[in-house]
């Protein structure tokens, strides 16, 4: 039988056996997003490689943990891309450029 995910019903059940079951949970969960964090922006990329893991650890179901891990991959390019031009760094005719093949290649393929 697969058991459904509840975080509120998580939180309870480890608030009523003690708080050092639910701080433990906690910084597991954010502890582990800085080290992705750190290896995403060293390599471009692998900190998937480490999150996964640790959030089906957590007792997250697959689906769940395939879209929180896409969504801080999404977040993190974006604050790269945001930070390439601010700073100057970024070709920005070339990005509008690539983006509007990006577009038209997920919509056709």
């Not at 998580?10 to 502890?31: K, M, P, Q, V």
């Not at 490689?49 to 801080?72: A, E, F, H, R, Y």
């Amino acid at each position: 039988m697969v058991s459904q995910w509840d975080p509120d019903r998580l939180i309870i059940e480890d608030l009523s056996n003690g708080f050092s079951s639910f701080a433990l949970r906690l910084h597991t969960a954010f502890s582990h997003r800085s080290c992705c964090g750190f290896v995403d922006s060293i390599t471009g990329g692998g900190g998937g490689l480490i999150s996964l893991p640790v959030l089906l650890s957590l007792g997250m179901p697959p689906q769940l943990t395939l879209g929180t891990n896409k969504l801080q991959g999404s977040s993190g390019t974006l604050s790269s891309a945001a930070t390439f031009i601010r700073k100057g760094a970024a070709i920005f005719r070339t990005m509008v450029f690539l983006t509007i093949v990006r577009l038209i290649y997920i919509n056709y393929f």
